[in-house]
């Protein structure tokens, strides 16, 4: 790596844009500012970083995470002081999803905050909480050492989001720059393969061998690794079931022989959480071991009945939620490697008998396509929809849901057929106004159809980007399941809280498809069953913005995939679904 050989006199706008290109940036996503209008004037002259505009900063923000997680590189995501507070969800979302995003706000000159000028706020005081770390540019010279550190400290150890404060007469101040150049190493994530502790890894291998019924508990920490080949290699030599957290989901192939799929609160079915709890040995790898993958930390039972291993690149979440046998600190990918390089050289004669719980799933899967249970007049099941969309969505497609009755059915009844992060849900945060966005920055960062799940409560936070949509040319298919309620907070409080009329999750009708007809979008509203395949089929196969509106009931009427919630529809003999 050699730094510029004879110094240029740049502007602090020409070296951002020469440092992003340098780091292999594409496309940056956000929204204009008079702070940024510096920035803007170099960009359209000199670089070609394709610029993603959106219509809201939350929008950039959570497009930007979408982004970055399917591409496996860090996404840049750029916007101007009157908006700074508005990437908050998305920064907040990426920051506990562990997913990096170079932010860059622009600002009113150095200091003139403190003399209340228009739009200022200490952005960085605002960003350093959600933030790995958040940096102040005072002076042009210091931009490269400063970018090097963002995209470093991004995507080393636990990835998270860097802020950078740019005050607006950085891009047009100069400076001589001779150490114009990337570290190549940061331009993915993760940056770095640490391998766990050597003497602990034979201990978790002395463990498992040892284990009766074990299980591989994989969240999405195994998708960050880009660890599914390594899991499938562990779990295949010692004939382990994989189960996935939600964020986890498409760790492995859910139609492999030992996937368990989807466990916890938030998919998990009755046959696979039952599994888990009944195993003898529990391995998490990159997973947290959060309230919704573990049902409130219930779903393994007495923790004092089990061995509990856990993996995961940040120390804080090891050993956090349940009491480990063995605690390893380390790249998932690397550290699995190595866990399956060891049994092989000194176990070579290992052999297990074959695992296929196909039928199991196929049985579970089945009993809920076919239950029949009776939608409320007027609504049509969630379980139809899914099941056809299950069996004509393309290896090639992305989906992306919101964290209600949108994400919970796919969650659950969707089959990812092959291994990799094409399921995106914000289960971290679980902000609203979600799948839009994430559908655009997913859009941009695959060639394969979009489809993403939403609520009525969640897409009035988003439908400004319509026009984004629209103005992309993507093919992106907005699903709207619609019930006129913020349904998840009903739910909670009709099955848990017992209240009978929860009159603060109600809101007026709106004709969707109009308004997404004013965008542009080709639209359809499915009515009945019969309406289902046909008109998924023809959206999925638009090459541009289409949109889909299902009324469906509310979580109160017919239960989904929520143990709690489960368990009280049992007891007042409501209809559900396990």
Known sequence: MSTTSTPLTLNGAQVILRMLELHGVKHVFGLPGETTIGWYKEWQESSGIEYVLTRDERTASFAAEAYAKITGRPCVLEAPSPGVTHCTPGITEAYLSSVPVIYFSSDIPINQDKRHGLTGIDQTALYASISKESFYLTNVKDIPFMMRRAFRVATSGRPAPVHIRVPINIFHDTAEITDLYAEADYQVYPAHRPVADHSKIRQAIKALLAAKKPVIICGQ????????????????????????TTPGKGTIAETHPLSLRVIGARGGMDYSNAY????????????????????????YGDPSSKTFLQLDVA????????????????????????????IKAEHPGISRAKIDLNPIKRTALDAVFNSNIPMPAGTVSPV?????????LPDNAIVTAEPGVSAIFPSALLSLRKAGRRYITN????????????????AFANDGPVISFTGDGSLAF???DFETIRRSGKNITVILTRNDTYGWIRGEAVLLDNVDVPWTTEFGAVDYLKVAEGFGFKTARIASEADIETTLREAIAHEGASFIEIMVPSQDKVIPFVPAWVRVAKERNLPYFS
């Open 384 to 392: 139809k929809l899914t099941q056809a969309l299950d069996a004509m």
């Open 221 to 244: 920490g195994a998708l960050i690794s880009r660890a599914s080949e390594a899991v499938l290699e562990l779990a295949e030599l010692l004939q382990i079931p994989v189960g996935t």
């Open 462 to 464: 988003v439908l400004g």
């Open 427 to 442: 289960y971290s945060m679980g902000a609203l106004g979600y799948s839009v966005p994430a559908g655009i920055g997913a």
């Open 276 to 299: 888990v709890r009944d195993a003898d040995t529990v391995f998490f790898v990159g997973t947290n071991t959060d309230s919704s993958g573990t049902d409130h930390w219930k779903l």
């Open 315 to 342: 120390e804080g979440h090891v050993g956090n939620n349940f009491p480990l046998a063995v605690g390893l600190v380390g790249d998932a990918r690397a550290s699995l490697d190595y866990i399956v390089a060891l």
